[in-house]
């Protein structure tokens, strides 16, 4: 690992203050104070010529100062940005033109943290504060082909650094990760190194190594090596309590124990369908809030003459939902079966839970038809209430992996609705109220004319507000209306809430 501690800049003083004609008492002290001043200006002037010749010919060092870190312009960016002082509380960070800006959640109170134009990812620690980011290099390296042909290669690495709160102090992580993010209930960094690798073309790549960082210490420990053949580390995330990462290695679900380092097979993952002619997508996964169990839910699509599944016998094409302990047991199965064809992450809508794993949302077909009706199952009740019917056939989707569809508020589903398909056509949003109990809906908020895919949600259930990114700006949703509140911020920025 590669440390390289961001060196601080001197304060070199531009005027100097000639003897007057009229200093001509005490001579001798005055021209061995002036002497002395001299020689001190001297040495600060080669000290910061040597610092700057130093930072700019060393292709390790993280390109920025404490001053650049902090830097503040007092002109607005863009209509939606306004300039003002920093405030930890809540606030948005993302990245724009590759800078790292904060604001707060009504758009306002924009403060730029980290000016280099070349950040792409930027996260804050749960426990302290301090940002970690990763930062593009492009470097030449040369590479063999399969035919013994040798040729120079244009390829990126990311620089993983670590800051302080308000984006100034930075220094070197690792010079080159793939997968990295903060572990939660804890100030730790994870991260896995990258290797130069050749997939449809040459470049940098997750190696299957994870580590963990410590700030404090400034070192890392080497955590795990997944060393499947194909699809490591895919789907890796934490448990909330910081002790366990459940990651796809292959085709298999594993979780590996932060304190033992132990790694346990927990489940054999089923084909639910692609059509992109890639890696077979991986079904929903998620931790339950105390950290005890992992629970599922997908459509599993099994072609003719693939095997069983040997943990849990599997309907072809049917909803699924189930839940697994830790030490690899047989999973449970939780909801009735239904027919249910598109749920996979190559299709719109998706299935998930609620936040507090007594509910499940999913799309099905009617029965005995095609059209698709969304419906939720009660854990608790075992009993399924229908939120919306008649949403036709399914399109490509219009959100990410992952994003869910609904959130659950006592007896309200808040309903993300996506109809038409952007990638060919023209879509359009909606965020919808339901009463699952008396069925009563109502719409908040809608917006025609969406042609980009939508990421970065966050729903704020108090203000009923869902945060949202598509075609490059940051989107506030509620009963207020759908507002841009942050520009041109590209296509694929990365956003983090702290609301």
């Known amino acids: 690992m590669q440390e390289n501690e961001q060196p601080q800049s001197s304060q070199v003083p531009t005027d100097e203050n000639p003897i007057t004609e009229q200093a001509k008492t005490h001579i001798f002290q005055r021209k061995f104070t002036i002497a002395i001043a001299g020689a001190v200006?001297?040495?600060?002037?080669?000290?910061?010529?040597?610092?700057?010749?130093?930072?700019n010919d060393n292709p390790e060092q993280p390109a920025t100062t404490e001053q650049e870190a902090r830097e503040e312009t007092t002109t607005a960016t863009d209509e939606t940005i306004q300039q003002t002082e920093l405030a930890i509380d809540r606030h948005i960070l993302f990245v724009k033109d590759g800078d790292l800006w904060q604001m707060s959640a009504n758009g306002a109170n924009a403060v730029k943290?980290?000016?280099?134009?070349?950040?792409?990812r930027a996260?804050?620690?749960?426990?302290?504060?301090?940002?970690?980011?990763?930062?593009?290099?492009?470097?030449?390296?040369t590479v063999t082909e399969h035919d013994g042909t040798v040729r120079d290669v244009e390829v990126s690495k990311q620089q993983l650094l670590l800051a302080g709160e308000k984006g100034s102090d930075?220094?070197?992580?690792?010079?080159?990760?793939?997968?990295?993010?903060?572990?939660?209930s804890t100030d730790l960094l994870w991260y896995e190194t990258a290797t130069l690798q050749q997939s449809f073309d040459w470049g940098y790549g997750g190696d299957g190594n994870v580590w963990i960082f410590n700030p404090t210490t400034r070192k890392s420990e080497k955590f795990i090596h997944d060393d499947s053949d194909y699809w490591s580390l895919l789907r890796a995330e934490w448990s909330p309590d910081g002790n366990k990462l459940m990651f796809a290695s292959g085709d298999?679900?594993?979780?590996?124990?932060?304190?033992?380092?132990?790694?346990?097979?927990?489940?054999?993952?089923?084909?639910?369908?692609?059509?992109?002619g890639g890696p077979q997508p991986i079904p929903y996964f998620a931790w339950t809030p105390d950290s005890s169990s992992i629970y599922a839910i997908?459509?599993?699509?099994?072609?003719?003459?693939?095997?069983?599944n040997p943990d849990v016998a599997l309907k072809a094409q049917h909803i699924t939902a189930l839940r697994f302990s830790l030490d690899g047991s047989k999973p449970t199965k939780l909801i009735p079966e239904a027919s249910s064809t598109i749920i996979n992450e190559e299709s719109y809508p998706r299935a998930h839970f609620s936040d507090d794993f007594s509910k499940a949302i999913y799309p099905r077909t009617m029965q005995g038809g095609t059209n698709l009706i969304l419906a939720m199952y009660d854990l608790t009740e075992q009993k399924e209430y229908v939120l919306l019917e008649n949403l036709g056939e399914p399109k490509r989707g219009l959100m990410p992996d992952g994003v869910p569809l609904a959130w659950v508020v006592g007896d309200s589903v808040y309903i993300f609705r996506g109809d038409g398909d952007w990638l060919y056509d023209t879509a359009s949003i909606a965020l919808i109220k339901v009463n699952y109990r008396t069925g009563t809906t109502e719409t908040l908020a809608s917006r025609d004319g969406i042609s980009s895919h939508i990421?970065?949600?966050?729903f704020v259930p108090e203000s009923e507000t869902l945060f949202f990114t598509s075609g490059g700006k940051l989107y506030s949703m509620n009963r207020g209306g759908v507002v841009p509140i942050a520009d041109e911020l590209g296509d694929f920025s990365q956003v983090e809430y702290h609301v």
């Open 41 to 55: 200006l001297v040495f600060i002037a080669i000290a910061a010529f040597f610092l700057f010749f130093n930072k």
């Open 113 to 120: 943290l980290i000016d280099l134009d070349t950040v792409q």
């Open 123 to 141: 996260s804050r620690s749960p426990v302290s504060n301090r940002i970690a980011y990763t930062l593009r290099r492009g470097v030449t390296e």
């Open 170 to 184: 930075s220094f070197l992580v690792h010079d080159n990760v793939a997968r990295w993010g903060w572990i939660p």
């Open 252 to 276: 298999v679900l594993r979780v590996a124990d932060r304190r033992t380092k132990a790694i346990t097979r927990i489940f054999q993952l089923p084909y639910v369908g692609g059509d992109r």
């Open 298 to 308: 997908f459509s599993p699509f099994l072609i003719s003459g693939e095997k069983q």
């Open 455 to 458: 990421s970065n949600t966050l």
